[in-house]
């Protein structure tokens, strides 16, 4: 049998029909960037979030991109992020000129963790005269990117006490967990919408994927939201007057018109892929291998939230994962390493002074973790595959 990582023609075929009508109405409209589409489905992720602002843009790296231009974050700033994340976290960072600040991860989530970012600000972070807070190489600490990772909430009850007592803003990354909530103060809060601003990534892959690039910012404050639609267009209000650089990041009528046929399935595909765990642990049980492999946390799964989990990726972990990968590939069984390095050791960061050995955590993750298929479609029988075949290789 032949299990990929992921299928996605399923939820085509079912959703063909409403999504070619969609696109033929954009064409027969000759209307493609940043119209009426754009707006509704804007409008869409507004209520779908419970934000008061919504901003479409190309991607989620033009997303967060567009949120540090919009907040004047540059050199001189530094920003924390998570060791383990993909590329786009720390490389946006980068990209405006400020410096990216690694934090090690809970070994149980592979999510920023609490303890150990509180322990940087107080014990490696000092007050300046002026009240900013500067890391030991001098730069002005500005904020938080906690980075929701494989559609699992940071705690984000300890990032918001941690970022009063320090002032930072918190910029939230929800590139893979767009629904996901949490237990926050009490209340649900969903991915992105707990910080000063937050993001997700609409890549085809994602849980709700474009046919191509697409991404959204989401934020409380009417002013930020004001700048980052200048910002999306090269600063520039009104036409051809231009306050502050920012950049072409629009979102184009296709891709806006085929994400509002598939947010309203989102839910239902979020609780398939949650079933799709469950079967997992169960077979995982059955066989015997919960010794042999370290399941995925479900930290809120009992606190009575639509969405404690949304499952963007399926995350195992084997200190024997490369060989474990190998068997799986032989079997036709598609698996993934998100991530083979932690940001602080990618060659392109070396300048930022870090070692092997910084984020214990992180690098442990990177060497153990391994992603199985998972969306919404996948058959028991599949999965039943996947497990024996996991099986056969621990016997
Ligand atoms: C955690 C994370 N941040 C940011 C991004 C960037 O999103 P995009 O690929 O839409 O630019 C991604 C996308 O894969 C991601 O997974």
Redesign the pocket.
Known sequence: MRVPLLDLSEQYRVLAEPIRAQLDEVLASQSFILGPKVAAFEEAIRNYCAAPNAIGVS??????LAILMALEIGPGDAIITSAY?????AG?IARVGATPVFVDIDPETYNISPAALERYLAESCHRREDGSLCEPRGKKVRAIVP???FGLCCEMDAIHRISERFQLDVIE?A??AIGAEYPFGGATGKAGAMGEAG?F???P??NLGAAG???MVICRDDALAQRLRICREHGMEPRYYHHFIGGNFRLDEMQAAILAVKLPFLDRWSAARRGVADFYREEFKRLGLTHQLSLPAEPYRDRRLTNHHIY?QYVIRTPRRDALREHLTRKEIGTAI?YPLGLHEQTCFASLGYRAGDFPETERAARETLALPMYPELSRDAQRYVAEAIAEFFT
């Open positions: 991607s989620g790296t033009d997303a967060l994340s993909f590329f786009a976290t946006c980075v929701h990772l990354d590139a893979q993001y990534s609409f890549y892959s994602k690039d697409a991404g963007h998100y």
